[in-house]
């Protein structure tokens, strides 16, 4: 019985006479349904693929799989994106992230006082005010010879309409973190450091510290005034 | 509301998707020898012990074919001691739900004591879609009691 449905001579007029075909002759059918995807041809196809038989080993995996736990996420995670600056990685909630770009050339303002105000930047024809958070956090800096410029990126925070950016050593990625593995910071941890930090947690056995991001951009205002 | 539409051998079936818990890939089942043909054996799902039955043996006494769509789906009930419990059933290509109006489901004047569990129809063109009620399907068996199909008296089916 199963031969029966071997023996079916794939059609793949999709490939001949339709949109995937390099032939300039197209299908008559394609004038109704516009793209292979909408014909009853190709749904067919696609459909048939599910009536083969069962390979092999395929319920014996599937076995396997359905009798182990399903493993339950943890409800309650946020999404956060984790960047370094010099050695340390932190952390920031990714619903206030716009875009990660790559670096841009900085305008600096003359006659500045603030040590966090670095420039202005240009992203996507918009100028827009440039931070340093190393400043802010009160990161200490890396000897310059351990920089690695490939890495860098900046990043575009977008919040109630505010933006703001700021260069960072090295995108980690987007994490999501759920608040009942936050630790609290050590003592040691320099005091500005600690203000902005919610607390610390384990990514791939290292920390990353947590920043509050309202204070964070709190203090960003603050500082421009 | 969502349907499950679903085939043995060449009929298409529907069953109401809000009392199935989850559809697996077909396993491999452990048989037990002496029980009816349509009870394809127990599936270790995620720890537990839940009874299979072939529905196209119990509806068309012989044996879903095992292509890639064929599945089993599980669905939870309340069993005879008032307790959540889950059974599960195999059908051959399951590959599409869809929504259907309350409207749409047309029930006949009889209903036949050996297959109690077919509810209504559904129109599509010309044809006519059998629906399955999980409620008396479950109903159906006595999986506590020494198992076999369990004939529902009459007044049952009223409800």
């Not at chain 1, 794939?10 to 001949?16: F, L």
């Not at chain 1, 014909?39 to 038989?53: K, N, S, V």
């Not at chain 2, 669905?75 to 959540?84: E, F, H, M």
Request: proline share 5%; aromatic share 10%; with cysteine.
């Amino acid at each position: 019985m199963t031969t029966e449905i071997l023996d079916i001579q794939p059609v793949d007029c999709w490939k001949t006479n339709g949109v995937w075909s390099p032939a300039s002759q197209r299908c008559e059918k394609l004038k109704s349904v516009v793209h292979c995807r909408n014909c009853e041809i190709f749904m067919q196809a696609g459909r048939d693929l599910l009536e083969r038989p069962m390979p092999e080993n395929y319920r014996q995996e599937w076995t396997k799989v359905m009798a182990t736990q399903k493993e339950q996420e943890k409800l309650g995670t946020i999404s956060v994106i984790i960047f370094r600056i010099a050695k340390e990685l932190f952390a920031l909630p990714t619903r206030i992230l716009a875009e990660i770009i790559a670096i841009q050339p900085m305008h600096s303002i003359p006659h500045r006082k603030n040590p966090i105000l670095i420039g202005l930047v240009n992203v996507h024809g918009e100028i827009q005010l440039c931070v340093s958070l190393q400043v802010l956090l009160e990161v200490a800096a890396q000897p310059v010879s351990s920089y690695d410029k490939s890495q860098q990126r900046m990043i575009v925070i977008d919040h109630q309409d505010e933006q703001w950016v700021f260069p960072v050593d090295e995108i980690r990625g987007i994490y999501r973190m759920h608040p009942s593995t936050l630790k609290n910071a050590p003592v040691t941890v320099s005091k500005s450091n600690a203000a902005f930090t919610k607390g610390l947690f384990n990514w791939k056995e290292e920390y990353v510290a947590f920043l509050d991001s309202e204070l964070v951009l709190y203090r960003l205002n603050r500082s421009m005034q | 509301m969502l349907v499950l539409v679903f085939f043995l051998g060449d009929d298409k079936y529907m069953v109401e998707c809000e009392k199935i818990r989850e559809i697996s890939p077909m396993v491999t089942l452990k048989k037990v020898p002496h029980s009816p043909d349509f009870f394809a054996g127990f599936f270790n799902y995620r720890g537990a012990v839940v009874p299979v039955i072939d529905l196209r043996q119990l509806i068309q006494e012989s044996a879903c074919e095992m292509r890639l769509s064929t599945r089993i789906i599980l669905i939870d009930y309340i069993n005879r001691d008032n307790l959540p419990d889950m059974f599960g059933f195999i059908a051959e290509r399951v590959t599409e739900a869809t929504k259907k109006s309350k409207e749409a489901f047309i029930l006949p004047s009889v209903n036949f004591q050996e297959t109690p569990y077919f509810s209504g129809f559904v129109m599509e063109g010309e044809k006519m879609i059998q629906c399955i009620d999980l409620n008396v399907l479950s109903r159906s068996f006595d999986f506590q009691q020494p198992f076999e199909f369990y004939h529902l008296p009459d007044d049952s089916l009223c409800d």
